[in-house]
């Protein structure tokens, strides 16, 4: 008889038992590096589930815990990459887990009573320093968490009415959307992130947003593709939030710095009809996925005070397919986002290494719903256009993608090359491997070079302008210039 080291071998060279090893000490290195970087009971509620194309996948069992270690994310991955050099880690990615943990926090018996919360104190701050303030706000952040999932163990978590408890912690008043009858939000899976929250009673998910309807910005831009621009331009609605977490977001001050007004169904439902007396082509919602009860009802009212123009849906296609359902009886033309098939570039720079999966279902699932139909004066009432944001240094992963849509999508949707993209200004180390050049007129040629050969007509190319001069800033009433739109609302 072989002993059991004896069957490995034989099984196993020994790099790969070598590899095996080190991934073992991977997972198993989670605490004491959560405890090195101060990160208090992380051990207990996240975790490393997965190591996949040099991508840590950790996995949590509330929203805020991730919202914890997405703070530390670059300080973590740089931990990682120090201990483990051999196993060439690039990221990490968070998600929540579908399953909860073993209970850190026992339910008490019904003879003892919980300890009351200790009381809150000011604290002086004026002379810390910003670590220690930062330190500070991570502690009561990581406290807050503790407390709620004691309160979850005790059975009063529901006892305060959902929106006297919305009120007191968030000051939004959801009446005026009436969100308590939105069962979409009330265990929140409208994105793959599935977070689960209750955001009809102000708990929040990865996107940020509780269940109020948030806009930055709306107004008529005349920068879109020719069938959605027209002669008259396109009235855009900017949404407050995102689910995806792109590290060099053009809109970053509504998608990352919670840029936005809460608005109820009324004023929403002004806003599109402003925009259809103004001029305006069609409506055109920007980055709505965390908000699609809200803006489904607000567009299905519309409609019965005097809408008529097309609705499109303008979003990054990180969305479930039963998200979409929901927009079969409002949305006319759909615009969304192809942004990689690369699952490591999908987690490096967008924080979803599942993106190109739930991206491609979610297309497909439009171009069954919707078929190209223009009207009279050209403008698209019904289809499918499909953008890919062209990364510089890295033109494989947009090979991949337009192979994709030619195998795919072509006689079914347009295309939409974007060259725009804008190398970002911080260098926060997470970035340190985004594309640090605009795209040059090599690799522009390049790109048509192969729009050429996989047959691609049907659609639109941006011409080449390396510049940022049509970055959008959110802080002005008009956050484009004044030739590219006109303001019509604004935060």
């Not at 887990?97 to 604290?123: C, D, G, H, M, Y």
């Not at 708990?203 to 940020?208: A, K, L, V």
């Not at 926060?428 to 790109?447: C, I, R, S």
Request: aromatic letters at 8%.
């Amino acid at each position: 008889m072989k002993k059991a080291g004896d069957l490995l071998t034989y099984f196993f060279d020994q790099k790969t038992l070598s590899s095996m090893y080190t991934s073992s000490k991977l997972f198993s290195a989670w605490p004491s590096i959560a405890a090195k970087h101060k990160i208090a009971a992380a051990e207990t509620h996240t975790r490393v589930v997965e190591f996949d194309r040099r991508v840590l996948l950790i996995e949590a069992e509330h929203p805020g815990w991730i919202q914890i270690l997405q703070l530390k994310q670059a300080e973590l991955v740089r931990e990682f990459q120090s201990r483990f050099p051999e196993l060439d880690i690039v990221g990490i990615s968070f998600r929540l887990s579908r399953t909860p943990f073993t209970p850190s926090i026992q339910t008490p018996t019904p003879t003892s009573r919980p300890a009351p919360p200790e009381p809150l104190v000011e604290e002086n701050t004026a002379n810390l320093s910003d670590k220690e303030r930062f330190d500070r706000s991570m502690k009561r952040l990581e406290q807050s968490i503790i407390t709620r999932e004691q309160a979850r163990a005790r059975g009063d978590f529901n006892k305060e009415p959902p929106k006297e408890r919305w009120v007191k912690l968030h000051h939004e008043d959801p009446t005026p959307l009436n969100a308590s009858t939105w069962t979409e939000l009330k265990h929140c899976m409208l994105c793959p992130r599935h977070c689960g929250v209750n955001r009809t009673a102000g708990e929040r998910g990865y996107c940020g947003e509780s269940a109020t309807l948030r806009l930055a910005s709306a107004g008529i831009h005349k920068g879109e593709e020719p069938p959605i621009t027209g002669t008259r331009g396109s009235g855009t609605i900017f949404v407050s939030g995102c689910n995806l977490g792109c590290t060099f977001c053009q809109n970053y001050q509504i998608s990352h710095e919670a840029m936005g007004r809460a608005v109820d169904i009324p004023e929403f439902v002004a806003i599109c009809l402003n925009l259809q007396n103004q001029g305006a082509e069609n409506i055109n919602i920007v980055t709505g996925t965390h908000a699609i009860p809200a803006l489904v009802a607000g567009l299905k009212q519309a409609r019965t005070e005097g809408l008529v123009i097309p609705t499109l849906w303008n979003s990054s296609a990180y969305e479930s397919l039963e998200a979409l359902s929901l927009l079969n009886d409002v949305i006319d033309v759909y615009l969304p986002d192809l942004k990689t098939l690369d699952t490591n570039l999908a987690a490096r720079f967008f924080n979803a290494p599942d993106y190109p999966e739930y991206a491609t279902k979610a297309i497909l699932r439009m171009l069954d719903t919707r078929t190209l139909k223009t009207a009279p004066n050209s403008t698209l009432t019904s289809g499918v256009i499909i953008r890919h944001l062209v990364l510089p240094g890295y033109l494989e992963a947009t090979r991949a993608t337009l192979r994709w849509f030619a195998e795919q999508c072509k006689g079914r949707a347009l295309i939409s090359i974007m060259t725009q993209y804008t190398p970002p200004k911080n260098t926060n180390t997470q970035l340190k491997d985004a594309p640090k050049h605009f795209m040059n007129k090599q690799e522009y040629e390049t790109v048509l070079g192969w729009l050429e050969e996989f047959g691609i007509e049907d659609g639109f190319y941006q011409e080449l302008a390396p510049d940022s001069d049509w970055l959008p800033d959110f802080t002005r009433y008009n956050p484009f210039s004044s030739t590219l739109a006109t303001a019509v609302w604004h935060c």
